[in-house]
């Protein structure tokens, strides 16, 4: 069964920068497996901001960027405003229609 | 503007069958270039894909759980459903619809599909 992997947590200051990553238990995520990422904060359904590998929704703020990094898909937020803690996952394409769900990582301001 | 809402039964009793209905507004099931999918979440808990059904009626579902779920689409209701069989606790959680649009890939001639609208949710529990 495939595994998708992200960090379980991270801390990032207000106004800095922080990546986030989601790894393949199938070998190295390509543009191929077509990443996605959603960000959802508590009580709330998720909210798409990535799709593609790099692409953006017209929704999505201009601080959330997506790439691929050292063989994984990463979501890189700039300029940390306190309303983006929240939980993070990536969503990977396999071919068809199986997509597996990263673990998802909690985003902490502090 | 496109919505998307669940609605079923709040609480199941093990064994027995959990049926959802997605219903949509603000655009066709019906339309070409878009799938329409269910997505699970456990109490406290991440994501998991269960599975999607084309604007032509196509399923397809996630391996794990593909004995147990069926996804259909009811055109002339504008809506799609989740049948999801032999519950037990684990099942317990809350159950999302969603809208995927679709991309193509020039350079792999493929074309492939990403979520970008959620409905709120329904909470699902699993209990006798």
């Known amino acids: 069964q495939t595994v998708v992997t992200q960090e379980p947590s991270l801390t990032v200051s207000p106004g800095g920068t922080v990546t986030l990553t989601c790894a393949s238990s199938?070998?190295?995520?390509?543009?191929?497996?077509?990443p996605n990422w959603f960000q959802q904060k508590p009580g709330q359904p998720p909210r798409a901001l990535i799709y593609?590998?790099?692409n953006k929704h017209s929704w999505t703020p201009a601080r959330f960027s997506g790439s691929l990094l050292g063989g994984k898909a990463a979501l890189t937020l700039s300029g940390v405003q306190p309303e983006d803690e929240a939980e993070y996952y990536c969503?990977?394409?396999?071919?068809?229609?199986?997509?597996?769900f990263g673990g998802g990582t909690k985003l902490t301001v502090l | 503007q496109l919505q998307l809402q669940e609605s079923g039964p709040g609480l199941v009793k093990p064994s027995e069958t959990l049926s959802l209905t997605c219903t949509v507004s603000g655009g066709s099931i019906s339309s070409s270039g878009y799938n329409w999918g269910w997505i699970r979440q456990p109490p406290g808990k991440g994501l998991e894909w269960i599975g999607s059904?084309?604007?032509?009626?196509?399923?397809y579902y996630y391996p794990s759980l593909k004995s147990r779920v069926a996804i259909s689409a009811d055109t002339s209701k504008n809506q799609f459903s989740l049948k999801l069989s032999s519950v037990t606790a684990a099942d317990t959680a809350v159950y999302y619809c969603?809208?995927?649009?679709?991309?193509?890939?020039?350079?792999?001639?493929?074309?492939?599909?990403?979520?970008?609208?959620w409905g709120k949710g329904s909470t699902v529990t699993v209990s006798s």
């Open positions: 969503l990977l394409n396999y071919g068809g229609a199986q997509l597996v």
């Open positions: 059904v084309s604007y032509s009626g196509s399923p």
């Open positions: 969603a809208r995927l649009s679709s991309g193509y890939d020039l350079r792999e001639s493929y074309s492939y599909y990403y979520v970008d609208v």
């Open positions: 199938t070998g190295a995520v390509t543009s191929s497996n077509y």
């Open positions: 593609s590998t790099t």
